[in-house]
């Protein structure tokens, strides 16, 4: 019991420094126009008819969007005929190579297509608003790859309340969105969801091909150009940015839970301090409470663990009950990551990814010594166990005058 507590309050001092940060947060993106359109927008897309619609009229009434490029990956709805229908390009995008996963595969040939040289990328279910595209490209005159951190649009108690257990998690593990001072590349983090970059920078660093074989491809992206020397920023626009990911709790467990441990992207020795962290500092003072024995560093996390229920309000877009019941869900979060990382999810939507390309690893920043192909070349086999497919470490991109 003695070492419990001992390594529970290493624990405590872990979260306390990585909160502590939340004080000196970048200021949230504010709305931006630019002075000419001059961005194309990329949306991979595989069946995406449902959740397409909002996200491609938001994106094609943006004055500061020159283009709205569609990357149909595969499809097997209508997800091709309603983005042509609402005015964007489409493109048929080839066959999934061996060794690659999907979405990257699709950004990958929507970024070889685009015309802009600033491009952002959206997921199907992202809600830009108006200066989201501007601020973006603004955010790149001091960072080479910037990512978003939106709002989130989650109803329902059951599922509002898993979906803020789960984001507790990151911030325990990562500390708060927007940190003044860039955390190492091992610690960098991103939204997926929203990105953007300059066109040519990525080319040249052949950036989706090296993390081709990641399931966790933001953050694959993030940590292997963070190791390139590129400055990447993790912004707050949740005043511009919501993302309806889910429509029930059991959405949120299966979908959100299975990314959310970051198996593929961590060392194992980091993966197991994180997954200590969570249990020691959010699951076990909940468990000790509901046994009615615990002891004073529990009530402490306790209490921060609802001050930062509070702060998480502001994540969602109709913040409810939910939130503030989240801390009692961090022991069902705490377990979600521990199964997430020990029987890691292989397939997604219709499609199973070999065991290697799941087992590869980022470690601390080092690369390989394979270039990653471009659409046109034949890649090589996936990542075995333990790999790192990052092709050469490219030059950080230089801010001209151009930006």
């Known amino acids: 019991m003695r070492l419990l507590n001992a390594l529970q309050a290493v ?31 990329v949306i991979p897309a595989r069946d995406e ?31 091709a005929l309603l983005a042509a229908g609402l005015g964007a390009k489409v493109l048929t995008g080839a066959p999934l190579p061996k060794g690659w996963v999907g979405k990257q595969w699709a ?33 790149l005159d ?98 511009l940015l919501e993302v309806d990911m889910h ?9 959100w839970g299975r990314s959310l441990s970051l198996r593929d992207v961590t060392a194992p020795d980091r993966q197991a301090a994180d997954l200590a962290v969570i249990w020691l500092a959010a699951a076990l003072p909940v468990l000790r409470l509901v046994t009615g024995r615990p002891t004073r560093l529990d009530l402490c996390l306790l209490a921060v663990r609802l001050l930062l229920a509070g702060a998480l309000r502001g994540s969602y877009t109709r913040p409810g009950p939910g939130v503030l019941l989240s ?35 980022l470690g601390s920043g080092t690369t390989g010594t394979r270039p990653g192909p471009g659409p046109g070349t034949a890649p090589g086999p996936g990542p075995g166990p333990g790999q790192v497919t990052t092709g050469v470490r490219s030059a950080p991109p230089g801010r001209s005058a151009a930006r």
């Open 49 to 79: 008819e449902a959740r397409l619609g909002p996200c491609l009229s938001a994106a094609l009434a943006d004055p500061d969007v020159a283009e709205v490029l569609v990357v149909d990956d595969e499809s097997r709805d209508g997800t």
């Open 247 to 255: 429509d029930s709790a059991a959405g949120v467990w299966r979908e």
């Open 142 to 239: 001091e960072y080479d790859l910037v990512s978003a951190g939106p709002r989130f649009v989650c109803e329902g108690t059951a599922e509002q309340a898993l979906h803020a257990s789960f984001l507790a998690t990151l911030v325990y593990r990562f500390g708060p969105i927007g940190p003044a001072t860039p955390p190492p590349p091992h610690r960098a983090m991103a939204n997926g969801q929203c990105t953007a970059f300059r066109r040519t920078a990525m080319l040249d660093a052949h950036g989706f091909a090296r993390v081709r074989g990641h399931m966790a491809d933001d953050v694959a992206m993030a940590r292997t150009l963070a190791a390139d020397g590129w400055a990447v920023g993790f912004l707050d626009a949740g005043g």
């Open 327 to 361: 801390p009692l869900l961090d022991p069902l979060a705490a377990l979600r990551l521990t199964q997430a990382t020990l029987r890691p999810v292989r397939d997604w939507r219709g499609r199973a990814y070999p065991a290697a390309t799941v087992a590869s690893r």
């Open 107 to 139: 950004l990958q040939q929507g970024v070889e297509a685009a015309g802009g040289e600033i491009v952002v990328t959206l997921d199907a279910d992202a809600r830009p608003a108006p200066g989201l595209f501007g601020a973006l490209a603004a955010a």
């Open 11 to 41: 624990a405590a001092v872990a979260v306390a420094v990585r909160l502590a940060g939340g004080r000196r947060r970048r200021p949230a993106l504010a709305p931006v126009r630019a002075a000419s359109p001059r961005v194309s927008v």
